[in-house]
């Protein structure tokens, strides 16, 4: 193989070809940047809130467990010193993540649903009987203390 020399303040540097195209392949690509910056918060939610009682091993096994995984390659792809994310570990926390994600709108709307229940036979917040503390049927006889004395 021919060498290929670079000047580097004035050094030079001699490498082969295999040298320098494997030098070219190390190097990450941005797009796996993004995805393991992804991978990571989606790990962070299918871990769930983390306790006071919890340390990062502790927080980081739980997600292992619900994953499925090994807790080494959970805390590689959280700290980021994963080299690839595979594509079934890529699914298997996609689709973690959706099951949450669904569970939570779930959630949500029963807590609207109920909120819209409870608000139903409750007096509104603009019902002047209610300010001056009467009941509405009772045509201003009661004051805020009960009835007038005659």
Known sequence: MSPICFHVSGFVMVHT???????????????????????????????????????????????ARRLG?????????????????????????????????????QRQELLNDLSILAGAGAPQAGDPSRSLGMASGAGGQAGPWGKRGS
Request: glycine content about 4%; hydrophobic content about 40%.
């Open 17 to 63: 070809v295999k040298e320098s195209v494997r030098m070219k392949l190390q190097k990450p690509c941005k797009g796996s940047e993004m995805i393991t910056a992804d991978a990571r918060s989606m790990l962070c939610a299918v871990a769930g809130n983390r306790d006071w009682s919890d340390t990062r091993q502790s927080w980081l096994a739980k997600a």
């Open 69 to 105: 995984w090994p807790y080494s390659r959970t805390s590689n792809i959280f700290y980021g010193r994963a080299r690839l994310i595979r594509a079934e570990e890529w699914i298997t926390l996609n689709e973690q993540f959706s099951a949450l994600t669904k569970s939570a709108q």
